[in-house]
């Protein structure tokens, strides 16, 4: 059964940090790319960062400098460091795996950015 775990979402300030994490299981976790996208409310999902097998990476302009994706391969663990975050950051952020053409998902943590 394949899972993917986010947790590390909350309520933070403007200008403050989170870390979120993706556990995953299930799966051959190594050999598969990773992806965070989010989703708020009225707005469609974006792609936020992916992290390839070989630890590429790729961002939303909107994020570039300010999060970092990772992953720990030994923990079965993908990252999302978040800094400098915004209002318009908040959403609901979720992890992404494809796998023989099916996309599978986390349930998602809440991210608020508000004072």
């Known amino acids: 059964q394949v899972q993917l775990v986010e947790s590390g979402g909350g309520l933070v300030q403007p200008g403050g940090s989170l870390r979120l994490s993706c556990a995953a299981s299930?799966?051959?976790?190594?050999?598969?790319?990773i992806t965070w996208y989010r989703q708020a409310p009225g707005k469609e999902r974006e792609l936020v960062a992916r992290i390839t097998v070989g630890g590429s990476t790729n961002y939303a302009d909107s994020v570039k400098g300010r999060f970092t994706i990772s992953r720990d391969n030994a923990k079965n663990t993908v990252y999302l460091q978040m800094n400098s975050l915004k209002p318009d950051d908040t959403a609901v952020y979720a992890c992404n795996v494809l796998i023989n053409f099916r996309n599978y998902w986390g349930q998602g943590t809440q991210v608020t950015v508000s004072s």
């Open positions: 299930g799966f051959t976790f190594r050999t598969y790319a």
